[in-house]
Antibody
Framework: QITLKESGPMLVKPTQTLTLTCTFSGFSLTTLGVAVGWIRQPPGKALEWLGLIYWDDDKRYSPSLRTRLTITKGTSENQVVFTMTNVDPMDTATYYC????????????????WGQGTLVTVSS | DIVMTQSPDSLAVSLGERATINCKSSQSVLYNSNNKNYLAWYQQKPGQPPKLLIYWASTRESGVPDRFSGSGSGTDFTLTIDSLQADDVAVYYCQQYSTTPFTFGPGTKVHIK
């Protein structure tokens, strides 16, 4: 069974760096085609795709946030780390990590398993 | 970026009636090479993460009730909920996974009339 869970600070000050960890189980990020994505959702608003990291360490980022985002594999094989620099109150949101969806024997860029999300508030 | 729009913003449906949600992409998400539409639908209930309902525009995810169906091709798509149940009250999002960034629609809120 695939599970994911986000962890990190609930409150971050403006201009600081936000670091979140996604700890997952039920799959390996070394398996061909597997990827973990990050999506956020400001309170009461829609989902925003942020980026993802693939099994081969390739990454894709949202162009609008590319300069501020970094996604890496964690020191543990079952972790992915998300970093956002120079945060602003507009970055206040629930941040989700999610597993790249599978159709038959291939993976595609929908998300079939999601973490519960972690609410991050940016405020001084 | 491919911009996703949804209509209506909000929808009130009586129990047992049909709900229809529309999603439009600013560019086609149909790949001619495999004739697949790179379009997914999610359901999000309050306080919960999104749940995948449909991918390839019309393929139901395992375990999703068959009252949920997806249709459409190219740039215009529809999610239909037949015989709405109280448990279907949620916000529904479409997502294109054709081209990065893999953008989501703004959501459609479904509630009971």
């Amino acid at each position: 069974q695939i599970t994911l869970k986000e962890s990190g600070p609930m409150l971050v000050k403006p201009t600081q760096t936000l670091t979140l960890t996604c700890t997952f189980s039920g799959f390996s990020l070394t398996t061909l085609g597997v990827a973990v994505g990050w999506i956020r959702q400001p309170p009461g608003k829609a989902l925003e795709w942020l980026g993802l990291i693939y099994w081969d360490d390739d990454k894709r980022y949202s162009p609008s946030l590319r300069t501020r985002l970094t996604i890496t594999k964690g020191t543990s094989e079952n972790q992915v780390v998300f970093t956002m620099t120079n945060v602003d109150p507009m970055d206040t949101a629930t941040y989700y990590c999610a597993h790249r969806g599978r159709s038959g024997n291939t993976y595609h860029h929908f998300f079939d398993f999601w973490g519960q999300g972690t609410l991050v508030t940016v405020s001084s | 970026d491919i911009v996703m729009t949804q209509s209506p913003d909000s929808l009130a449906v009586s129990l047992g009636e049909r709900a229809t949600i529309n999603c439009k992409s600013s560019q086609s998400v149909l790949y001619n090479s495999n004739n697949k539409n790179y379009l997914a639908w999610y359901q999000q209930k309050p306080g919960q993460p999104p749940k995948l309902l449909i991918y390839w525009a019309s393929t139901r995810e395992s375990g999703v009730p068959d009252r949920f169906s997806g249709s459409g091709s190219g740039t215009d798509f529809t999610l239909t909920i037949d015989s709405l149940q109280a448990d279907d009250v949620a916000v529904y999002y479409c997502q294109q996974y054709s081209t990065t960034p893999f953008t989501f629609g703004p959501g459609t809120k479904v509630h009971i009339k």
